[in-house]
């Protein structure tokens, strides 16, 4: 018996719908930097031109969610990053690099829908896919060892949420 269509295109889901939204969003990052432009206003931008040109892909909400989580919290992410780079600054790295690492320390800390073993595989499958053969190990390196402090940085972020739940305070 042979496997129906159905079945095929299952077993090439490798790449869903996160994984492509995590690549626009390190695409987006990545053009901002490059361009020296806000990277909200530059996906804002994107999104308006894909309701205006129909062969202008739509931007995922998990594409919103990534960069404007990043924008909202990079000074923390980005001194995260440096706390574990060893004989490195984060400008030195390249730029594509830069990016994909924020993205997951953000997904690390912020994502509770994502295991933080996705974050990290995710993170390491668009290295290979967009930058350099040394890569990946440097990014698997990094990641592994913000991935243990991932969880008291969660447990930080839900104890002051429920702080200020308590007196009735908003997030923002």
């Given at each position: 018996?042979?496997?129906?269509?159905?079945?095929?295109?299952?077993?090439?889901?490798?790449?869903?719908?996160?994984?492509?939204?995590?690549?626009?969003?390190?695409?987006?990052l990545?053009?901002?930097?490059?361009?020296?432009?806000?990277?909200?206003?530059?996906?804002?931008d994107?999104?308006?031109l894909?309701?205006?040109?129909?062969s202008?892909?739509?931007?995922h909400?998990?594409?919103?969610?990534?960069v404007e989580?990043?924008a909202?919290?990079?000074?923390?992410?980005?001194?995260t990053?440096e706390?574990?780079?060893?004989?490195w600054t984060?400008?030195?790295?390249?730029?594509?690099?830069r990016?994909i690492?924020?993205?997951?320390v953000?997904?690390l800390?912020?994502?509770?829908?994502?295991?933080?073993?996705?974050?990290?595989?995710?993170a390491?499958?668009?290295?290979k896919?967009l930058?350099?053969?040394?890569?990946p190990?440097?990014?698997?390196?990094?990641?592994?060892?913000?991935?243990?402090?991932?969880p008291?940085?969660?447990?930080?972020a839900?104890?002051?949420?429920?702080?200020k739940a308590?007196?009735?305070e908003?997030e923002?």
């Amino acid at each position: 018996m042979t496997d129906s269509p159905a079945d095929k295109k299952g077993s090439f889901k490798k790449l869903g719908a996160r994984h492509k939204a995590r690549r626009r969003a390190v695409d987006l990052l990545f053009e901002a930097e490059a361009r020296d432009v806000d990277v909200s206003v530059l996906i804002a931008d994107r999104a308006e031109l894909a309701t205006r040109d129909q062969s202008v892909a739509p931007v995922h909400a998990y594409t919103t969610t990534l960069v404007e989580g990043v924008a909202d919290d990079l000074d923390r992410v980005d001194g995260t990053i440096e706390g574990y780079l060893q004989d490195w600054t984060l400008q030195r790295l390249p730029a594509v690099d830069r990016a994909i690492l924020r993205i997951a320390v953000w997904e690390l800390f912020h994502a509770t829908d994502v295991p933080p073993v996705v974050a990290v595989d995710e993170a390491v499958e668009l290295a290979k896919e967009l930058s350099t053969d040394d890569s990946p190990s440097f990014v698997n390196g990094v990641l592994g060892q913000v991935v243990q402090v991932a969880p008291q940085v969660r447990a930080a972020a839900a104890a002051t949420a429920a702080t200020k739940a308590a007196r009735g305070e908003s997030e923002s």
